[in-house]
């Protein structure tokens, strides 16, 4: 059966960062609904004022950040000691785990456009190693069909396997569908499974609904995906995991599963005991 639309989140402009000019998408209202996915932040700018003081030095604990940049560049570097830069058509997964200081500068370009996904931690991996991996574009596949072009950013697609979390078997597809075309996914029927309009309108469930880009679209659990294109055709971002299910409490840019366990984070940021490893 075809997944059906469920809910629509349209993102709001906000201000992140060090003055970063962003959408906010998914947010505390949207945590159980979207579970495990947290929190969506898209970036879409032609002018680098928006965007280049960045996000200096800031903690993260008990999620994973995936940051994907269609377009531009952003410089990184952490409390591990690494370093890189994401560059466009790539991405970064990174393990906040037990606790890590990281931050995030975009260089000026053009055209930054990109967005950050944090995926929540099961309980008892919330205070796993930190981590991360580069996901550089030769790592991404990209399938080329009838009536449109998937990009495999993470999980499997057609027997193509993409990046792979340490944590939460997540999919994440770039997918474009070319005007008036049809596309069709098979999907987990116990997964969450939304997309991201980047740009274009499509029809998803008999109804060609007026939902505007930069919109989340949260799908029913079924067996299956279906989209077919308006006349401008659709670039949508596609994200799938299975739900973790269980208390969500959270505080900036760190996620626990009590109360307690959050103060006692704050705590340790506070006595410069944060950093585990």
């Given at each position: 059966?075809?997944?059906?639309?469920?809910?629509?989140?349209?993102?709001?402009?906000?201000?992140?960062?060090?003055?970063?000019?962003?959408?906010?998408?998914?947010?505390?209202?949207?945590?159980?609904?979207?579970?495990?996915?947290?929190?969506l932040?898209?970036?879409?700018?032609?002018?680098?004022?928006?965007?280049?003081?960045g996000?200096?030095?800031?903690?993260h604990?008990?999620?994973?950040?995936?940051?994907?940049?269609?377009?531009?560049?952003?410089?990184?570097?952490?409390?591990?000691?690494?370093?890189?830069?994401?560059?466009?058509?790539?991405?970064?997964?990174?393990?906040?785990?037990?606790?890590?200081?990281?931050?995030?500068?975009?260089?000026?370009?053009?055209?930054?456009?990109?967005?950050?996904?944090?995926?929540?931690?099961?309980?008892?991996?919330?205070?796993?190693?930190?981590?991360?991996?580069?996901?550089?574009?030769?790592?991404?596949?990209?399938?080329?069909?009838e009536?449109?072009?998937?990009?495999?950013?993470?999980?499997?697609?057609?027997?193509?396997?993409?990046?792979?979390?340490?944590?939460?078997d997540?999919?994440?597809?770039?997918?474009?569908?070319?005007?008036?075309?049809?596309f069709?996914?098979?999907?987990?029927?116990?997964?969450t499974?939304?997309?991201?309009?980047?740009?274009?309108?499509?029809?998803f469930?008999?109804?060609?609904?007026?939902?505007?880009r930069?919109t989340?679209?949260?799908?029913?659990?079924?067996?299956?995906?279906?989209?077919?294109?308006?006349?401008?055709?659709?670039?949508?971002?596609l994200?799938?995991?299975?739900?973790?299910?269980?208390?969500?409490?959270?505080?900036?840019?760190?996620?626990?599963?009590?109360?307690?366990?959050?103060?006692?984070?704050?705590?340790?940021?506070?006595?410069?005991?944060?950093?585990?490893?």
């Amino acid at each position: 059966m075809k997944r059906k639309v469920v809910e629509t989140v349209k993102g709001l402009p906000a201000i992140d960062g060090a003055g970063v000019h962003l959408v906010r998408v998914l947010g505390n209202n949207t945590v159980y609904k979207f579970d495990p996915f947290l929190m969506l932040d898209a970036f879409d700018s032609n002018n680098p004022a928006d965007y280049i003081k960045g996000f200096p030095m800031h903690p993260h604990r008990g999620i994973e950040t995936f940051t994907y940049l269609m377009k531009g560049r952003i410089d990184h570097e952490d409390s591990l000691g690494h370093k890189g830069t994401i560059h466009s058509g790539e991405s970064q997964w990174m393990t906040g785990g037990s606790g890590i200081l990281h931050q995030e500068m975009p260089q000026p370009v053009d055209h930054l456009l990109g967005l950050q996904l944090w995926i929540n931690l099961p309980r008892n991996e919330k205070m796993t190693a930190p981590k991360y991996f580069e996901i550089t574009a030769d790592m991404i596949k990209t399938v080329e069909e009838e009536n449109a072009s998937v990009s495999i950013v993470a999980g499997k697609y057609k027997g193509h396997q993409g990046a792979k979390g340490h944590h939460i078997d997540t999919t994440v597809l770039d997918i474009t569908v070319k005007p008036d075309g049809e596309f069709t996914i098979s999907t987990d029927p116990e997964a969450t499974l939304f997309i991201y309009i980047v740009d274009g309108k499509g029809q998803f469930d008999g109804s060609l609904l007026p939902i505007p880009r930069k919109t989340a679209v949260l799908f029913s659990k079924d067996d299956e995906f279906y989209v077919k294109a308006g006349a401008e055709g659709i670039h949508f971002i596609l994200f799938t995991a299975r739900p973790l299910g269980e208390p969500i409490v959270w505080g900036g840019p760190i996620v626990m599963n009590t109360r307690e366990e959050l103060m006692e984070a704050f705590t340790e940021l506070s006595e410069g005991t944060f950093i585990k490893n």
